[in-house]
């Protein structure tokens, strides 16, 4: 308790114990190395998530529908270069967006980490489990997925926590693409 911050308490500040337990009660080198161990750690799973959601774009979204379906490795690395670093200044730009998210760290962890864990696995879901899911109904669905979390998240619509973020948009997600698929084969016939 003697190397609390005055005016602080347990209660209204348990966010900042372990930054301030590192600060303070640790020697100064090993703080120096915790925060630079921190440091890679973000970095390295940014890196690796860049990297594999450029390659996906690329491979999966700009590729297939091309005019021109040469291969050329350097220009697609090239283009996933150019793609990666997009991603990198979204995801820089988006960061500033959650010191406006609402709770403690526990509160604003569930409701950012949470949001496109569902929708993504309606994608998987759609394509692994329901026969003769089509692109376009199983992107309604992660699109649906994407809308419902983000209303629960930052909205809490119809009283729902943000605990619920996964459940709700993840039926939400898979209902939506199952009945546009539905839709989509009535349309066609």
Same mark, same amino acid.
């Given at each position: ?9 347990? =209660? $209204?500040?348990? !966010?900042?114990?372990?930054?301030? +337990? ?9 703080? &120096? ?6 440091? %890679?750690?973000?970095? #390295? #799973?940014? #890196? =690796?998530?860049? $990297?594999?959601?450029? *390659?996906?774009?690329? @491979? ?15 220009? !697609?690395?090239? *283009? ?11 995801? *820089? ?5 959650? #010191?406006?998210?609402?709770? $403690? ?18 994608? +998987? /879901?759609?394509?692994? /489990?329901?026969? &003769?899911? *089509? !692109? ?17 998240? /930052?909205? @809490?619509? /119809? ?12 039926? %939400? ?7 546009? !698929? %539905? ?7």
């Amino acid at each position: 308790m003697g190397m609390m911050a005055p005016g602080t308490s347990l =209660s $209204n500040d348990a !966010d900042t114990l372990f930054p301030r +337990f590192i600060l303070v009660g640790l020697p100064s080198g090993l703080t &120096g190395l915790i925060a630079a161990a921190i440091m %890679a750690a973000a970095m #390295s #799973s940014l #890196s =690796s998530g860049l $990297n594999s959601s450029a *390659t996906v774009i690329q @491979e999966d979204l700009i590729k297939p529908y091309s005019k021109k379906r040469v291969k050329d490795v350097k220009k !697609d690395l090239k *283009t996933i270069k150019k793609i990666s670093a997009l991603l990198g200044l979204a995801v *820089t730009c988006s960061c500033y967006l959650v #010191s406006y998210v609402t709770g $403690n760290l526990f509160d604003v962890v569930v409701k950012v980490v949470n949001l496109v864990v569902a929708p993504l696995f309606v994608l +998987f /879901f759609m394509a692994l /489990f329901v026969k &003769g899911a *089509t !692109d376009k109904g199983t992107i309604i669905g992660g699109l649906v997925s994407f809308a419902v979390a983000i209303a629960i998240s /930052f909205f @809490e619509i /119809f009283g729902i926590k943000a605990v619920w973020i996964m459940p709700f948009a993840l039926i %939400a997600g898979i209902a939506a693409g199952m009945l546009a !698929d %539905a839709l989509f084969r009535i349309c066609r016939k």
